[in-house]
């Protein structure tokens, strides 16, 4: 009788196989570890000090030829994990790899000496040791520490995953992100490039007299956005907190208290579905700037953001996901309206008519429950027909006032509102609009929510009594605006998905 293995099968023989493969190597290692500790050696010392990194030492000297290092030797001292070893009985080389990169040691037993030499055997590939010599040069050219001292720093018990297999399956990736970054270099390029980001940004804002603050995490009312919250209880002082959705209630309340130019780089939580484009938890940049109008911050948001995008790239055009995407200045700008008339058939009654504006949604196949705002309609039938079409950067402008609760009006047409919001890829990159100072329009339109949750519209606004207190003393006409850093990251580093920009992102058991 033949049976025929499927691929399935075949996958779960191989993964069967490497965990006891695994399994096997683990043992093994412990005995060296028990072996390491009969011998008085302490397999987890903390009293070696690197000298240098592997980075620093390859651009240092990287210019000297055999010769020179040979007629002044440069002694130097670094520490990392073995990644990989080639061994010749009574010599090896192995690469060490820190932070900064990589860099080969020569280990000879007549060099080194017995007793380091046979501690250096009973390493392997993972562990973490300290080399201490001077610096030559290959046959093959390669700049290389011949070791006269050797510690082993810390024993890995587990071995990393195989070379040429390594670690490729995405689930495993997310859930052991320290193996990832361990031997995916290029997933560790993608989290120094964020760190680059946000220094960016903060250093951009800084230097327009910006201060950066921080506002609670724990709210009593969830507000600041149309979002589901993560709902909790404080035991001590008995009542229900919410994890922040946004904070930008608290930010307005600092532009009252006369900081006039704030902003806060840190992490919203909303209880709602997990994608490509979502997680539970998420950093944003909120920022605000009394005497300003969303138009200014259209201005600064495409200086920001070109900039950075040259520094980081080194050029205003950069790929993403094989579309090439331009960041010249000036970017395309656009309104709500205009863009369903450009990308739909629609007339431009939708815009007067909630009934004819529910014809045409139902057209389109969208689902609109009867007591839904003429706005809201509006709203889903040009995230329907045009908000996926702007590939390039656009600013997409005037929202209606029914999904903009804490915006100001536009002065021409109250049924709109002075909002922007960038899009890149056809998503949401950041939003951003002229702040509603007025605290009597700002009551009227939260109780406007509280009548559309009581409808079922879970995510409306609930009533903040105390930030239309705030309001009551006088803020000052302002634009405030948030962007998304993950998405600003996955543009800027070709990532699909958000999880490949978040270092631990949420994931089922």
């Known amino acids: 009788m033949i049976i025929f293995k499927g691929p399935d099968v075949e996958q779960k023989i191989l993964e069967q196989k490497t965990v006891e493969q695994r399994s096997g190597e683990f043992e093994q290692r412990l005995e060296k570890l028990k072996g390491l500790r009969a011998a008085g050696v302490e397999p987890y010392p903390n009293d070696f000090k690197p000298g240098t990194t592997a980075g620093a030492v390859s651009g240092e000297f990287s210019s000297l030829s055999k010769e020179e290092l040979a007629a002044n030797p440069r002694t130097v001292s670094v520490a990392g994990r073995i990644m990989a070893h080639r061994d010749f009985g009574k010599a090896s080389f192995v690469r060490i790899q820190d932070r900064s990169g990589s860099i080969q040691a020569y280990i000879k037993k007549d060099i080194l000496g017995d007793a380091a ?159 490509t484009q979502h997680n539970p938890e998420f950093t944003m940049l909120e920022f605000y700037e009394a005497y300003a109008t969303f138009e200014d911050l259209i201005n600064l948001t495409e200086e920001m953001i070109s900039k950075l995008v040259l520094e980081l790239c080194g050029s205003m055009k950069i ?52 007591e839904l705002s003429h706005g809201k309609v509006i709203t889903e039938i040009f995230e329907k027909t045009a908000e996926h079409m702007f590939i390039q950067p656009t600013f997409c402008t005037h929202y209606p ?36 100072n007025d605290p009597v329009d700002q009551k009227e339109r939260f109780l406007k929510q509280q009548e559309e949750r009581a409808h079922g519209d879970l995510e409306a606004h609930e009533m903040d009594e105390d930030y239309v207190r705030a309001l009551e003393y006088g803020m000052p006409p302002t634009a405030g605006q948030g962007i998304g850093i993950d998405r600003l990251v996955m543009l800027l580093t070709d990532s699909p998905s958000i999880r490949d920009v978040i270092l631990f992102p949420a994931l089922r058991r």
């Open 319 to 370: 790929a993403y996901q094989r579309t090439e995407i331009d960041f010249t200045p000036p970017w395309t700008r656009i309104s709500v309206k205009d863009a369903i008339l450009k990308y739909s058939n629609a007339s431009g009654d939708i815009f007067t008519n909630k009934e004819k504006a529910m014809q045409f949604a139902q057209g389109l196949g969208l689902q609109i429950p009867k």
């Open 117 to 275: 030499f046979n501690v250096f055997r009973l390493c392997d590939v993972g562990d973490i040791i300290g080399v201490e010599g001077p610096l030559f040069r290959t046959r093959t050219d390669e700049l290389t520490i011949e070791a006269k001292n050797l510690r082993l720093l810390s024993k890995g018990l587990s071995p990393l995953p195989e070379k040429w297999h390594g670690l490729k399956d995405v689930e495993a990736r997310y859930r052991q992100r320290y193996l990832d970054l361990m031997v995916n270099p290029e997933v560790k390029d993608v989290f120094l490039k964020r760190s680059r980001i946000v220094r960016f940004i903060r250093e951009f804002l800084v230097s327009r007299d910006y201060i950066e603050v921080e506002t609670p995490m724990l709210h009593p009312i969830a507000g600041g956005a149309a979002a589901k919250p993560f709902k909790t209880r404080h035991n001590a002082l008995d009542m229900d907190m919410y994890m922040r959705i946004a904070p930008e209630l608290y930010l307005k309340r600092l532009i009252v208290a006369g900081l006039e130019r704030v902003f806060e780089i840190n992490r919203n939580f909303r209880n709602e579905g997990v994608s």
């Open 401 to 436: 006032i029914e999904v903009s609760p804490l915006a100001r009006k536009n002065a021409q047409n109250p049924e709109i509102v002075d909002r922007f919001e960038l899009l890149v890829m056809g998503k949401e990159i950041a939003n951003a609009f002229s702040e509603l």
